[in-house]
């Protein structure tokens, strides 16, 4: 709500508008401390920084010693800036401008044209937030009494113009910078945490740093694995983090990661380990967690794939499946698995790396892989019995049984040619 005082000068009635606070919130820039680029050098009258946050602009003229008036020197640029003391939750930010007491508008709205309003955590506006900047190609603006809607959070408020002998400005701008301000008033909260027209709100709990819109307690950004404007809800599923910016890792089984540091929390897919599942396994380990060993019968040992634990070159001889962890199966033997097994005795199994038959040979084979045939006059197990003397022709029998393959020579008888005819008697064959 706007508010007049009557001020009588030279006989003559001016009615002076000023912008009050309709709300409860404080003046955050009371007596606070204040500093200014070009202070006025003179000391004569007393046109100090501190006078914009007396709280006195009553008269705001050069001669009512109740306003901040820059130094006169020609300079291009002009710096004011007031110390909130810590850092604050900011509503808004009235500026009551010099008018020498004059009918609005005045002639000093040229020196206020363009001027530029920061909030910022340091002493330098290049650090903070441009809140406003004046930009009216209007002449009479901008108003002498201006508010500037500024919901940030900061300890510094400045107040900045400009007059770049490089720019063309307007033709109702001044020629020089100047900050001839009687007041400014930083309305707000000083109480962390907490939003409202009386500041007696509490910032949603989930808030950075418990900071929220001093008037909608929206929160100005939220602490990690929260979203939304209050910040109630986690982050949507596979992100996590400040502002839910961060995709998680490759979490077990396509599970997403814990909202708010990306851990992983039910382990790693296959290959991956560590907490947020960002570390590729090993040289030798594989599956899930990289717990999982390559096999030492990969043919090069300890390399194999960190997914699936396949062996990269394949199996040592004997060796079969992708992770080489199987023997051949029954009746094979070699690498890849590829051979047959020998004649090996009564169905055993020969050796599933060399194919050496471990209980001899079966009927009519001999050697090591029981592949080789019982030579001519030999038969039976690993060859060791001869054929019989009696069998006719070349004496050969059969390798399996023993038996004369054309038969026996005359006076013998018998499958093995070991009785003879006239005796009846069987002969053991030598």
């Excluded at 945490?193 to 939220?222: A, W």
């Excluded at 051979?339 to 090591?368: A, R, V």
Aim: net charge negative; aromatic share 10%; charged share 20%.
């Amino acid at each position: 709500m706007a508010w007049l005082t009557l001020l009588i000068k030279s006989g003559i009635v001016l009615v002076l508008f000023s912008l009050t606070c309709s709300d409860g919130y404080e003046n955050l820039a009371l007596r606070r401390p204040a500093w200014e680029q070009h202070p006025w050098p003179y000391t004569d009258k007393d046109y100090g920084s501190h006078n914009a946050v007396d709280g006195d602009y009553s008269d705001r003229s050069a001669a009512g010693g109740q306003c901040s008036i820059s130094a006169d020197n020609n300079y291009t640029e002009a710096t004011w800036g007031v110390d909130l003391g810590e850092v604050v939750s900011i509503s808004h930010i009235d500026i009551f401008y010099r008018t020498d007491n004059e009918k609005r508008p005045t002639s000093f709205t040229s020196r206020m044209a363009g001027f530029s309003l920061y909030v910022s955590n340091t002493t330098s506006k290049d650090d903070g937030h441009l809140c406003f900047h004046e930009i009216q190609n209007a002449v009479g603006t901008p108003s002498e009494d201006h508010r500037v809607q500024c919901q940030f959070y900061a300890r510094y408020v400045i107040y900045y113009n400009e007059r770049r002998p490089e720019v063309v400005y307007p033709s109702y701008y001044s020629e020089f910078a100047y900050s001839d301000l009687c007041e400014v008033e930083v309305y707000g909260c000083r109480k962390p945490g907490y939003f409202g027209n009386d500041c007696n709100l509490m910032c949603p709990v989930n808030c950075q740093e418990k900071r929220c819109n001093i008037k909608s307690g929206y929160c100005l950004g939220c602490l990690p694995g929260y979203k939304d404007q209050s910040c109630k809800h986690i982050c949507d599923k596979m992100t996590y983090g400040l502002e839910c910016a961060f995709n998680c890792s490759r979490c077990r089984d396509g599970t997403s990661c814990h909202h708010v540091n990306g851990t992983c929390i039910h382990g790693c897919d296959n290959g991956l380990n560590g907490d947020m599942c960002q570390k590729e396994c090993l040289l030798g380990y594989y599956g899930q967690n990289c717990l999982q060993q390559c096999s030492k019968n990969c043919y090069v040992t300890s390399r194999c794939d960190r997914v699936t634990g396949q062996c990269d070159r394949g199996c040592k001889s004997g060796w079969t499946t992708i992770t080489c962890d199987q023997k051949c199966d029954i009746g094979y033997f070699g690498p890849d698995c590829k051979y047959k097994c020998g004649h090996c005795l009564n169905t055993s199994y020969c050796h599933h790396i060399n194919g050496s038959c471990l209980n001899g040979c079966s009927q009519g084979f001999k050697g090591d892989d029981c592949k080789e045939v019982c030579p001519h006059g030999y038969f039976g197990i690993d060859c060791v019995h001869k054929c019989s003397t009696y069998c006719s022709g070349n004496g050969s029998c059969s390798p399996l049984t023993g038996v004369c393959d054309n038969g026996c020579r005359v006076g013998w008888m018998g499958s093995k040619c070991g009785t003879p005819i006239n005796t009846g008697v069987t002969l053991r064959p030598s």
